[in-house]
Each structure stands twice: as C-alpha cells, then as structure tokens.
C-alpha cells in the first residue's frame, strides 16, 4: 500500500491499494466505530459484497447516480437519514462513489452537528485522481456548478484503484481527462508517461493505473499544502474548468465533467496559444493527445452568448474580467484575471461555433 501525506492544517493521508481488506484496518486505526455511509445505485449494486465487509455502519444513503442528484434536495435527505439512525459527532460519513458522491457526502459532513468526520474511498478515477482530495464540497443550485459549498478536509482517503477495472470506458475516460489536465499544468513527465503508455493505460493494466493515481495524488497534495482554500496556487488545476463548467450547465449536465473539461482544455489551451503562452505546435500537441485518449475536442454551440453567461457566473470571475487557468509550455501553469469578455467570445467561435 503506497501512502501520500497532505499536510494542510488537519494533515491526513491518502492511502492506495489493490486491496479493499485493508480498509478495516484503517478504520480500527483512526478509530471509526460508527459508519453512515453514503454512495449512489451503481456503485451499491456493483460493490454490495464490499459493503458486508464494513464494519460498523449504523446507516447507509444510495442516491440515483450522476449530477442530477448533486442538489439541495439530496443534502437534506442526507441529513434526515443521519438523524433517523441517531448518528452522532462520533459518526464518520463514508463516501463510497464518484465525484458527485464525495462532494455531497463531504459537505453534508461539514455542516452537520457543525462538523462531523469524512472518509473516501473513490471509485472513480476521476475521484481518485482529483475530487477526494483537497477538501472542496458542494452542489449545483440555479444550474450553476459547484456555487455552494464548503473546504473540509478528511480524515483519511482510502484509494483502491481495482474499482477501476469496473467502470464503463466513458467514465474511465471521464477520468483520464484530470490526469491529462495535470500533465499539461503541473507536471512535463506525467505528459511524457502518458504519451509512452496511453495503449497500457487505455487497457487498465494494474501498474500503469497505481502509477498515474499514485503521481496525481502527489501532485494534488502538494498544491493543496501550497493554497488550501484556491486563491493562488491551486488555481492552476482549473484548466479547462472555467469553459468545461458552463459547459456541464449550457447542457444541462448531458455531458459528463470530463467531457466538457476535455472541450474546455481545448478552447482554454487556443486561449493560451493567442496570448503567446504556447505555440501552436504545443497547442495542437494537446489537442492530439485528448483525441487519441478517446476524449471530445470540439462540441457545437449554437448559443454563444448563452455560454458567455455561464462563464461570467463562474466563482473564479474578478469583477468585469474572466479568470483562467492557462498552460505555459507543457507542464506549467499561468494564471490570468484580466482577460476581456470578446477576447474569450472569439476563441469559443473559433474552437466551438461552427
């Protein structure tokens, strides 16, 4: 079992394994002796043999898969369960799933009794990679991603990366889309591994998904420990979030985060090319790469405007100017807050309006 330290204020680990028989251990570790667990139909239905093997649960919460269920409406049945199976300020929330799972899970954590202990175990390459680390919560409200929400941070993060072998191709792909935004932001070498081995990674060998989980949770963990709360550093891992998001609204949520990240990495990384951050020979190198993975580069937009308006909702806005996340060579981030409302319209037109 590898282990990544997070060494934020309430420092915790990561821990990732083939072998979900270690989780009880963890549990007997920190103490965990009363379970609420929460998780959504798929991963209930796939993983029921798992579920006999957690000790202690005093209730569980399965909630309809996808980010229809990411609402105010499921936080408050969240809540009534806790309270109908007397969970108390010694309960830990498991969230056991995806995404949309853990944020739900852990912002209901956050708020209830004021604050009562989380744990992960993400299923989802996507969760294992990106969204169960760092301590971001929430849910969408008014079609706007992710504009409620708390930063809490876990107890522990229990990572089992066979769950992967599970998932259906376009929620593996789902993922990757994270781990190509690392590659391209953070961090040349993971960008060359994934060029080298994206046959072997594609095809889910053991090895090669320990090492991409195992790299982007370093990754992760170190930027967290730089900007806990996302107002410097950690802004990097929005690339291709400030597109990808109004995105995921303009469509109703069709399309999975992934998706609309993979098209986002593509308008954010042209924006970047204009602005002479990159040249083009890198901008279509990214562009190559998310298409040979499987990923969406392009989507139409018959509404641009509408899309504007999502865009100048988003969290990350500074006053009248658009705040983005954008590459600076392969493996390196700049971040701009002044970029003008026409300057990002024209590179939707370009890259998404015809």
């Avoid at 009880?24 to 609420?36: D, I, R, T, V």
């Avoid at 957690?54 to 806790?82: C, W």
């Avoid at 981030?333 to 319209?345: C, H, M, P, R, S």
Wanted: hydrophobic share 40%.
């Amino acid at each position: 079992m590898k282990e990544v330290k997070v060494n934020v204020s309430k420092p915790y680990n990561i821990y990732i394994s083939h072998d979900f028989n270690l989780f009880k251990g963890l549990l007997e570790k920190y103490k965990c002796h009363s379970l609420f667990i929460v998780t959504d139909d798929t991963v209930y239905n796939l993983y029921k043999n798992y579920f006999n093997q957690i000790p202690y649960i005093i209730g569980l919460k399965s909630i309809k898969p996808g980010e229809g269920s990411k609402n105010i409406n499921t936080v408050l049945e969240i809540y009534n369960s806790l309270i109908k199976c007397n969970a108390n300020k010694k309960t830990a929330i498991v969230a056991m799933g995806g995404g949309v799972v853990g944020d739900l899970a852990a912002f209901v954590a956050s708020t209830f009794m004021r604050g009562i202990r989380v744990v992960h175990i993400p299923t989802t390459l996507m969760a294992q990679c990106d969204s169960s680390i760092g301590g971001k919560t929430g849910f969408d409200y008014n079609g706007i991603k992710n504009i409620i929400g708390t930063f809490y941070q876990p107890e522990f993060v229990f990572t089992d990366v066979s769950f992967l072998k599970t998932l259906d191709k376009r929620q593996f792909l789902n993922g990757i889309a994270e781990v190509i935004k690392y590659s391209i932001v953070c961090d040349e070498g993971l960008w060359d591994y994934l060029m080298q081995n994206k046959r072997g990674l594609l095809e889910r060998e053991s090895d090669k998904l320990m090492h991409i989980v195992h790299k982007c949770s370093k990754i992760k963990a170190k930027i967290v420990e730089e900007d806990v709360y996302d107002n410097d550093r950690r802004q990097v891992l929005n690339f291709g979030h400030t597109i990808g998001h109004a995105i995921e609204s303009y469509f109703k949520f069709e399309i999975l985060h992934g998706e609309a990240v993979s098209i986002g990495m593509v308008v954010e990384s042209y924006l970047s090319y204009q602005l002479g951050y990159i040249n083009f020979s890198d901008y279509q190198r990214i562009i190559e790469l998310i298409k040979n993975i499987g990923l969406p580069v392009k989507i139409k937009v018959d509404d641009i405007e509408k899309l504007m308006e999502y865009i100048k909702k988003d969290k990350k806005k500074i006053n009248e100017n658009i705040k983005f996340a954008l590459p600076y060579n392969i493996g390196h981030a700049i971040i701009t807050g002044d970029l003008k409302e026409n300057f990002v319209k024209n590179a939707i037109k370009y890259c998404l309006g015809g």
